[in-house]
């Protein structure tokens, strides 16, 4: 069990071997949150929820009822509900889901993932491009990561601009969705 104050917020969170940063919050993850404003009228995808620390600090702050917190491990999610129930937010819809697979809700207006950056680029990739697609008009997808160059060229690619702050060696990522199209939408034609 962790105890730690996050955005003011003294939480519990239970862990679990396996589930990233079982020893406590992540540097980077709590690098995203200090960039993030809920808001009332918010609708909140914690993508890749882990247990759920993301999630937790979206519903005490707006409510449970607006916020939806998914990952592809069931650990994750047992332990995810079990951390929203100790800390008085029971009520966020959770969802077992690869990406955006399992995933029926749209229209959220923020996106937040710390998404695995050790491996290839293909799960931040699907996060970006699905993320847009999930996004209200007006809605900003907030990432967390440890490199930029990549990330920043693919949120330019996809949302026209982003945001992009470094905090302690972490690079936070902020693209508002302006438009129902990619901003590089590729040519679909093909040759003649």
């Not at 009520?91 to 749209?106: M, R």
């Not at 990330?151 to 902020?174: L, S």
């Amino acid at each position: 069990m962790i105890s730690a104050t996050v955005e003011g917020f003294a939480l519990r969170l239970e862990t679990a071997p396996g589930l990233f940063a079982r020893w406590g919050p992540d540097k980077g993850t709590l690098a995203m949150l200090s960039c993030v404003s809920f808001q009332p009228g918010d609708k909140v995808l914690d993508l890749g929820c882990g247990y759920g620390l993301v999630g937790v600090v979206a519903a005490k702050t707006i409510g449970p009822e607006r916020v939806v917190m998914s990952d592809n491990d069931p650990l994750a999610i047992e332990t995810a509900q079990r951390n929203l129930e100790a800390n008085g937010v029971a009520g966020a819809k959770l969802v077992l889901s690869d990406g955006f697979h399992g995933i029926t809700d749209a229209g959220f207006s923020k996106i937040l993932s710390n998404p695995p950056y050790h491996a290839d680029f293909a799960v931040p990739k699907r996060f970006i491009e699905k993320g847009f697609n999930r996004l209200a008009v007006g809605g900003a997808m907030i990432m967390v990561t440890r490199r930029e160059l990549w990330y920043r060229r693919k949120f330019e690619a996809i949302f026209g601009g982003v945001k992009v702050r470094e905090i302690e060696g972490y690079f936070v990522f902020e693209a508002i969705k302006k438009t129902t199209q990619y901003r590089n939408r590729p040519n679909r034609k093909g040759p003649r």
